[in-house]
């Protein structure tokens, strides 16, 4: 099992920055990929961004340039760095941990955290 929290949520201005923390804790040894995925009021939960064990990564076209993911494996952390960010941005922000091969689906959820983005 592994517990996943996230942290660094809040309330912004359009232009401002956030950074998104999650911790992970538990049977960490069979953590490969993480990710950063959101869902807005109405809509389906999406996939902003991914990094795997080793370090590579791919983003949603519409964070590309913006927000940036990045991990410390001594700190068993993954972090997101939002800039410029716009009032669409403005979702639940949840962190997902063990990409399964079988499934194509990440097993471990936070709990999520709300980012709010002011016009």
Do not use: H
């Amino acid at each position: 099992q592994v517990q996943l929290v996230e942290s660094g949520g809040g309330l912004v201005q359009a232009g401002g920055s956030l950074r998104l923390s999650c911790a992970a804790s538990g049977s960490i040894f069979s953590i490969n990929s993480m990710a950063w995925y959101r869902q807005a009021p109405g809509k389906q939960r999406e996939l902003v961004a991914a990094i795997t064990s080793g370090g590579i990564t791919n983003y949603a076209d519409s964070v590309k340039g913006r927000f940036t993911i990045s991990r410390d494996n001594a700190k068993n952390t993954v972090y997101l760095q939002m800039n410029t960010l716009k009032p669409e941005d403005t979702a639940v922000y949840y962190c997902a941990a063990d990409l399964s091969p079988l499934t194509n689906e990440y097993t471990y959820w936070g709990q999520g955290t709300q980012v709010t983005v002011s016009s």
